[in-house]
């Protein structure tokens, strides 16, 4: 089993609409979470982290389900900005916190006018 | 806002040339990484760097590839003898210790073409 597992996609969705990705991993250790953005041939850039509680920033809301080993990451009234792929990662808990990312393959999300 | 810089931003290179790519991590950072994103595929972590030394590396970091800090501002990724498979995109990262949610900052990549 792949460390980190997405669905590739593309998912096109409309203007507006909402969209949700999951994100699986395979270790079970104390981990950190996150999802990144990552526009065509461009860095990646950390959108948010994701809490154990789940956490909202905006339009953008990350849940954390441990017991199920999954991540999720909800987008409301979707904006054509938004088109970009994004990267579910997990990181090492420790001390150091220098630990390091491990990535998706990504989700390509496209935003239809 | 403070950024990672990296040049050059696309470098083509014969099979069997040494490379080297360059970084300026964000100025109170002290963790440094590499990673590499082969065209289509995910990112992947290179190394890791902290107090001149390596602090992590992983099997696709071997004898062919080195990281230095030659200076105060630089960190640079040598690959001694390039190979068709080291063609990729090569992103430097770098992050200040704080708690585990330390974010790495990337920088916006080197777009290695081997021939």
């Known amino acids: 089993r792949k460390e980190v597992e997405q669905d590739p996609g593309p998912f096109n969705v409309p203007e507006g609409a909402t969209v949700a990705f999951n994100c699986t991993y395979s270790n079970s250790a104390s981990q950190s979470f996150f999802w990144y953005r990552q526009d065509c041939r461009k860095e990646p850039k950390l959108l948010m982290s994701v809490y154990s509680s789940g956490n909202e920033d905006g339009r953008f809301t990350a849940q954390l389900n441990r017991a199920s080993q999954y991540i999720s990451l909800l987008i409301r009234d979707s904006k054509l900005s938004d088109s970009a792929t994004y990267l579910c990662v997990v990181k090492p808990i420790s001390n150091f916190g220098n630990e390091k990312l491990t990535f998706g393959t990504g989700t390509r999300l496209t935003i239809i006018p | 806002e403070p950024e990672v810089t990296q040049t050059p931003s696309h470098q083509v290179t014969q099979m069997g040339q040494e490379v080297i790519l360059r970084c300026v991590p964000i100025s109170n950072h002290l963790y440094f990484y590499w990673y590499r994103q082969i065209l289509g595929q995910k990112v992947e972590f290179l190394v890791s760097f902290y107090n001149n030394e390596i602090s992590e590396k992983s099997e696709i970091f071997d004898d062919q590839f080195s990281v230095e800090r030659p200076d105060g501002s630089n960190f640079t990724l040598k690959i001694r003898s390039t190979k068709l498979e080291d063609s990729a995109m090569y992103f430097c990262?770098?992050?200040?210790?704080?708690?585990?949610?330390?974010?790495?900052?990337f920088g916006p990549g080197t777009r290695l073409t081997v021939l």
């Open positions: 990262a770098s992050s200040f210790p704080g708690t585990a949610l330390n974010e790495q900052f």
